[in-house]
């Protein structure tokens, strides 16, 4: 895949023309907190803007202030020059707003054609007309080039075209402004592909295209120009050429590394350590197929690929969460069978998932009992740790951890994403694992709890740990492992020491197909 | 933590003091207890027996409802239980012989045991939605209850199986020292190991449970079958009340007031933690609001529409309420209430 | 292959490669109705051989439609309710209360153009209730329907403790009138019940508001962002279960001649059955009140069949119980392998 840069559009419209849609000094606060800061950002028509920040930096509060979602408490929003002010976002999509989240918000038991056609236009009398509706759907399917059979059940589609058929659905009204948050992240190759060749299709019609991914090279291909947010300030407004990764890398982050405590690296020459857990061959539907890892006692194995190379299910296999289809794996030589995550905990393996909402804390029970949790389901129902020693226990992480507020009795969802994290970290390191398999252990969290967390890693390793870093930063996985095993498209392709590695080369080998 | 105990157990605990208050007031002779051979009478005595069955059926209801799920069957469980235990009575050369009587009891409530399990195994091992699962034996219990019973109401008169409903221990009805002992046994198992906590963690999120090593399955299948098991008793008693076995009328009704009594006693629906005080305190303010109102002479077919008004007005307190707690545990962003800016309509 | 490079105009493994796929891709919703009308010719055929060819005869199969009417009507108002995913327990004893009320209405002497309209009122009013509690105060379906099966059969009582006779002849007329066409009659209450399945089938398909109760089944958070009316329809499918539900009354109080507090206990599970087996998924967005036809008839059918062989009638709710399970037990298995499939 090319990462040559595009040679820069000469467009004159981008030239002291007026933008179509500016917002100028936008503020929203929620309690003290300002998402947004004193925010300005525009956006010329023909043109495919970019909004990068890191989680937290204000990037969905102002695309919700853009969409008509969010009131603004200062700063104004004009469209064409006009001053503008959405109550809903109806109001915002009748301007030619329009926006296709991650989530597909279509119906799936429904036609292509009514979700294309649905609440848009005329209610006439309450009467539909199929035949006129897959007639219209027809006409806006062919603009953008799609051959999708309008008459058939969109869940029986792939995920890839509801995409296409959400942006359809977007278009079908005079579109403007199209806002496209993190459209990628369930696409392969060839769909992104697609993707790409329609929005660069709707930029020479003129329509405006605010395209928000955390896949920087896809950043660099489609987009004209970038604007990047920081803790909720504007930082600034770029040509993308005209931008260094690294130096995007760093606007976005703001602060440098210094805060990482560097780690003795083991270097090429130095003797391995003992790999506690192997695995060779391992399958497992849809995700990863023959896929062989190793992890040393004591070392830290970062894990890099695209969104979709496998990651979460080689994590899953690994660890009893997922069912293995075929493959072995070796705890200390002796080959075992990890069926649930039950027994995987019993044998020293433990996971955190990346999804820390669904699949990991229990908001309503105390931060006592979401550290406890694991250890006292390992014990079994009948031999419950006395209520003194749980709060040891607890209180004994709550510290080593720094998990803030440091009320045992709190319920865990009121902690921050962060603390939350450490809570979840407390829970599995309470077992006194020897294999910890972090997914995504730092995502959506600030940076100085990000930077607590990757120290602790280290740690761990230092103590004989085994760890496995799943993250989508690239900058982090080096960061932090000694070792990076590369996945794509659901195979390990290699793993190499870190210190071998830049952030670039690691890219090139994250995104490049199998020639 | 002190606070939210005074929370929760506060408002059912002064809706039956509001309760015994105005019944006492209206009908003088309701706190009056009376001593007789021994045995204590009395309105309020009364409402300990007859919450007997309901008491049951809550408590096993409280644990379905907090691993997220809920038992549409006990009514139905508690026909098959009387069916069985009165044909084994039925049937048997002595009717009035102890021995019968455990037999056919033991055997009814293993019958009911079976049945939970049977839910158990829908919805933990097969996945099915609990109200769908329990549906089923809903609908066809009763039809099994009656070929059991060959579509008769059968009657015995057997003393010994009579006396669990009418009968007394030292100086209560014995059916309140089964309450009892169900109450205690569910409170000391759920609080003194580790199941409450577990069965909350399982109710408030499964798959994290599972993740965490939590036994979700057999957590949930458990709950089923101590549902079953208990309507079984429930389904002795009520049968032993009327001597028979009536296929029908047995438990009918009796899984909403059971969530109602859930629901009063301030476990949530949506499963996860949950109060067995709470239960109790539910099913008791239903009994007696079930016994203000046949004192007050309204036939008791009619009964039904006081509770839909109380069910439909303690969902209605809850839902904003619910609300209020939830968006403060997610910190759900609201934009702050701050003076609109003007507002210009935008010209399609 | 070089991604930049890309011409493709379309998914090519998405692209149907044949007629029958793209047959399934537009249709393929149907299927477990398909499978429904397959169970009914089953049952047919396999009664007819087994109680030795006296069983598809005119006579049979016209009183399978006047006997089941009540049930037919219900089970069309609850499609409306599953379709949007939720459920209401409450239609057995609403018709047992607005069929009670008619009865006291016209036994007092109020003329039946007031008595009817009141019936259906009165069921609109309680599904009324349950919608709002629904929709308004966020209540599970479950539990606001049960409230309303409460009330309604709590008021079926209040109305009158005893059952009340039907003497008024227009009301009777409804059901003793045969309109013979040889050896086939139907009656009004049958006329009337399939044209309540043609209009519901009409409202469904070729409305908007129709096609918003399958899009809440489908994504209720979707439909509201797509900018359909989601908060009426959620109410009014409720209240047109209400209404069927006095509707129904009126049809069984016709067929019975009595109003009657302790009908339909039971009934509404007979009619989840029945729309389940007709193949409305009970997770909502999928299904046809076509569908709920189907089933009606086959319930009737399998009670036909019982009460042919002499059996109890008991076996009726332990059959009915298994059916359901095993629909929804394939209903979950093909769930689940799709889902494992993406």
Known sequence: ??????????????????????????????????????????????????????????????????????????????????????????????????????????????????????????????????????????????????????????????????????????????????????????????????????????????????????????????????????????????????????????????????????????????????????????????????????????????????????????????????????????????????????????????????????EGILGHLSVLENITLAVQAQRGVFRRMRPARQRELAQSWVEALAIRPADLDRPAGTLSGGNQQKVLLARLLALAPRVLVLDEPTRGIDVGAKVEIQNLVGELADNGLSVMFISAELEEVLRVGDRVAILREGRIVETVPSSDMTVDSLLALVASPDE | ?????????????????????????????????????????????????????????????????????????????????????????????????????????????????????????????????????????????????????????????????????????????????????????????????????????????????????????????????????????????????????????????????????????GTSLAGGKFSIAGTVLGVLIIQTLEATILFLGVPSAQSPVFFAIVVIAVVMVQSPWVRGGLSKLTRSRRPQAVAEPERTKVAA | MSATMTQARSMPADRPTSRVQTFMSRHGAMTPTFAAVVILVLLLVGAEAFLRGDFITARTLSALLLDNAYLLVLAVGLTFVILTGGIDLSVGSVMAFTGILGAQLVASGVPVGIAIPAMLAGGSAVGLLIGVLVQRFDVQPFIASLAGLFLARGLAFVVSLASIRVEQPEILWLQQNRIRLGEWYVTPTGILALAVVAGAAVVLHLTQFGRTVYAIGGNEQSARLMGLSVARTKVSVYVISGFCGGLAGLLLTAYSGAGYPRNGIGTELDAIAAVVIGGTLLTGGRGYVLGSLIGVLVFGTIKTIISFMGAEQSWMQIIVGALLLLFIVVQRAIVARSVRRR
């Not at chain 1, 950002?41 to 970019?50: A, L, T």
């Not at chain 1, 989240?101 to 979700?115: C, D, H, K, R, T």
């Not at chain 1, 029986?156 to 977007?170: F, Y």
């Not at chain 1, 930029?203 to 991914?213: E, K, M, P, Q």
Request: proline share 4%.
């Open chain 1, 1 to 358: 895949m090319s990462v040559a840069p595009r040679p820069v559009r000469d467009n004159d419209a981008m030239d002291g023309a007026r933008p179509l849609l500016e917002l100028t000094g936008a503020t929203v606060r929620f309690g003290a907190d300002a998402a947004l800061d004193d925010v300005s950002f525009q956006m010329f028509p023909g043109e495919v803007h970019s909004l990068m920040g890191e989680n937290g930096a204000g990037k969905s509060t102002l695309i919700k202030a853009i969409t008509g979602a969010l009131a603004l408490d200062a700063g104004t929003l004009t469209l064409d020059g006009r001053r503008v002010d959405f109550a809903t976002p109806h109001d915002a999509q009748r301007a030619g707003i329009s926006s296709v989240y991650q989530e597909i918000e279509l119906l799936p038991n429904l036609s292509v054609a009514e979700n294309i056609m649905l609440g848009r236009g005329p209610r006439s009398r309450g009467a539909v007309s199929q035949r006129l509706m897959r007639a219209r759907a027809r006409e806006i399917l062919a603009e953008l080039g799609l051959e999708i059979d309008p008459a058939s059940t969109l869940g029986t589609h792939s995920v890839a075209v509801q995409q296409l058929v959400a942006i359809a659905r977007a278009i079908s009204t005079d579109v403007r402004v199209l806002v496209l948050d993190e459209p990628t992240s369930s696409l392969d190759l060839d769909e992104v592909a697609e993707l790409f060749r329609i929005i660069r299709e709707l930029r020479s019609s003129g329509v405006a295209i605010l395209f928000v991914s955390h896949f920087l090279d896809q950043v660099y291909e489609i987009c004209d120009r970038v604007t990047v947010l920081r803790d909720g300030k504007f930082v600034g407004e770029y040509v993308t050429q005209e931008l260094l990764r690294i130096d995007l890398v760093h606007k976005m982050l703001g602060r440098k590394m210094s805060d990482y405590k560097e780690r003795h690296r083991a270097s090429v020459d130095e003797p391995e350590a003992p790999v506690f857990l192997s695995a060779r061959g391992v399958d497992s539907a849809p995700g990863i197929a023959n896929a062989d890892v190793d992890l040393g006692e004591g070392e830290v194995v970062g894990v890099a690929g695209l969104l979709g190379s496998g990651r979460t299910a080689l994590a899953r296999a690994l660890t009893g969460v997922s069912h293995l289809d075929s493959g072995i794996i070796r705890i200390e030589g002796s080959a075992v069978s990890l069926d649930s995550p039950r027994r995987a905990i019993s044998l020293g393996v433990v996971y955190s998932s990346e999804n820390r909402l669904a």
């Open chain 2, 1 to 265: 933590m002190t606070r939210i105990w005074k929370h929760r157990l506060f408002w059912p605990s002064a809706a039956l003091l509001v309760l015994i208050t105005i019944n006492s007031i209206a009908r003088p002779r309701f706190l009056t207890i009376t001593m007789r051979d021994g045995d204590l009478y009395g309105a309020l005595i009364d409402i300990l027996r007859n919450s007997a069955p309901l008491m049951l059926v809550a408590l096993g209801m409280t644990l379905v409802i907090a691993t997220r799920g809920i038992d549409l069957s006990v009514g139905a469980v508690m026909a098959v239980s009387g069916a069985v235990a009165l044909t084994v009575i039925d049937g048997s050369p002595d009717p009035g012989n102890l021995g019968t009587v455990l037999v056919a009891i033991g055997f009814a409530v293993l019958v009911a045991l079976v049945l939970g399990a049977w839910n158990g195994f829908l919805v933990a091992a097969l996945g099915i939605q609990p109200i769908i699962a329990t549906l089923v034996l809903m609908l066809a219990g009763r039809g099994v209850a009656l070929l059991i019973t060959g579509g008769f109401i059968t009657t015995v008169n057997s003393a010994p199986f009579s006396y669990i409903a009418s009968g007394y221990l030292l100086v209560l009805p014995f059916a309140v020292f089964v309450s009892a002992a169900a109450i205690a046994l569910i409170a000391v198992v759920e609080r003194r190991t580790a199941l409450g906590v577990l069965t909350e963690a399982v109710g408030i999120n499964p798959e994290a449970s599972r993740l965490a090593g939590v036994r979700s399955r057999s957590i949930v299948w458990g709950a089923y079958i101590v549902s079953g098991t208990l309507a079984g008793v429930a389904g002795i008693i009520y049968a032993s009340n009327i001597r028979a076995a009536d296929a029908n009328s047995a438990g009918w009704l009796i899984e909403l007031y059971a969530i109602l009594a859930v629901v009063l006693g």
